[in-house]
């Protein structure tokens, strides 16, 4: 699969007070609170975002404070953190900030954590990057019965994995089938009255250069049909 980027993305919303002193950090009270959320998720990527909140005791804080903060991946630090951050006082006892990632999706589920500190506060929460959904074609096995004419038709679904698909088919006998393929299904028509087998191979693109490490493949057998 296609290494893991990330990409980084801050949103301000609201830039609140903080500090009981003036400006800077020292000596802080009050509270200090992260909260994750998913925000959107497409078939490679999923969208984090991370709210902090300080809160001060009272309601009369100016200036500012500076904090750090660290993004971590299934535990492991990623590169360039930790980074410092300064929120400014806008005559109010809270402020909030929104630090928002977008995370490549994985074949396996990911925690995203951000820890978050000043000098003597601390707080950090994660979220979950479902992985990738296992590729498939279902069902896996149909048959053009002894019944079932020249123009019948059997379709299958593709869902799953990294879109677009590529699909191709291996005839046991040549123009056994005709195929039409969309986005998220095959439909393969009968066109013979012979006997014969049909694999249809499905490759996603989670390689966009080599397309083969995630294949899903299905059997289609044909019956003689009825003269």
Request: charged content about 10%; glycine content about 8%.
């Amino acid at each position: 699969m296609k290494a893991l980027m990330i990409y980084v993305g801050l949103i301000v919303s609201s830039m609140f007070l903080l500090n009981g002193c003036g400006s800077g950090s020292a000596g802080m009270t009050g509270t200090l609170d992260v909260q994750a959320s998913n925000v959107s998720s497409t078939d490679t990527t999923s969208k984090v975002a991370f709210t902090i909140t300080y809160t001060h005791p009272t309601a009369d804080s100016v200036g500012g404070i500076r904090y750090n903060y660290a993004l971590y991946i299934d535990g492991v630090l990623q590169a360039g953190y930790p980074v410092e951050g300064q929120m400014n006082d806008n005559g109010t006892n809270t402020f909030t900030k929104i630090l928002s990632y977008d995370i490549d999706k994985t074949p396996a589920t990911q925690t995203v954590r951000l820890v978050v500190s000043t000098d003597n506060l601390t707080s950090s929460d994660s979220v979950s990057i479902t992985a990738v959904d296992v590729l498939e074609i279902l069902p896996t096995i149909q048959t053009f019965a002894v019944t079932d004419l020249v123009g019948s038709t059997k379709t299958f679904s593709i869902s799953g994995g990294v879109p677009p698909y590529i699909v191709t088919f291996e005839q046991s006998t040549a123009g056994l089938v005709t195929s039409v393929t969309t986005a998220s299904s095959v439909t393969l028509t009968r066109a013979l009255t012979s006997a014969g087998t049909v694999t249809i191979t499905v490759k996603d693109s989670s390689d966009p250069v080599t397309p083969t490490e995630v294949q899903a493949q299905a059997i289609l057998t044909v019956i003689p049909a009825t003269p």
